[in-house]
């Protein structure tokens, strides 16, 4: 399902990802460690998309992902449906005036009706625990709220692919445990999971197997 050969990126010159190579087959579970700035935020951009490789190629579902491919706005709108990314601060990917209207951007975007929409919505306020905080403005949310509505708002995309980047950030305990129950749901429905934690208890019986990039840049199977 998704494969990468031999990728490099850098910034400004400098190596954020050298040489890796490894491929995710579908409805596996993967999580990605390392120590801060090996690299696995950057990473996890790329298989979203976001940045590109300068060496080495990415394909997903056998499609290669790069720069002008993502400007096919038909190919990006399916990609950006086929994968989901929760980004490890909420406050970078929550943006709409209200809970509920957070959760109904992503289905809206992909064009499904009204009536399909306030289902979803409605659904994943219920499964979130948001349905109080509806049409409270996310930035007046506390951490674990935010990171609720992040997640919820993925939720109602129903991707097939979900690459999650420290989604136990701003968790309390309990909900904490409520993620890792949350991330077994998720695997028992199919999807396949990429996820980064410096916690790696709390996704340890969901994932399949561990991908770790070192302290300079490369991928060592663990």
């Known amino acids: ?45 790329l298989l979203n998309g976001l940045v590109f490789p300068e060496i080495g190629t990415y394909t997903f579902e056998g499609t290669r992902i790069t720069a002008a491919k993502m400007r096919e706005h038909r190919y990006s709108k399916y990609f950006h449906q086929r994968l989901g990314y929760v980004w490890q601060n909420p406050d970078a990917q929550l943006f ?21 929409v306030r289902e979803r919505v409605e659904d994943a306020l219920s499964y979130f625990s948001l349905t109080k905080l509806r049409d409270k403005p996310p930035y007046y949310l506390s951490g674990g709220e935010k990171k609720r509505t992040a997640l919820a708002s993925i939720f109602t995309m129903n991707p097939a692919v979900w690459t999650l980047d ?47 990039l070192t302290a300079d840049h490369h991928l060592a199977d663990a």
């Open 1 to 45: 399902m998704i494969a990468l050969e031999d990728v490099c990126c850098a910034f400004d010159h400098e190596p954020v990802l050298r040489h890796i190579s490894f491929t995710i087959k579908k409805g596996e579970a993967v999580l990605l460690t390392g120590p801060n700035g090996s690299g696995k935020t950057t990473l996890l951009r």
């Open 96 to 116: 709409c005036a209200s809970v509920a209207e957070e959760l109904a951007f992503g289905p809206l975007q992909m064009g499904l009706s009204e009536e399909e």
């Open 166 to 212: 420290e989604p136990e950030n701003f968790l309390d305990a309990e909900s904490q445990h409520w993620l890792a129950e949350f991330l077994q749901a998720l695997k028992k429905a199919g999807k396949t999971i990429i996820v980064t934690s410096h916690h790696p208890d709390i996704v340890e019986k969901v994932t399949d197997r561990e991908l770790r």
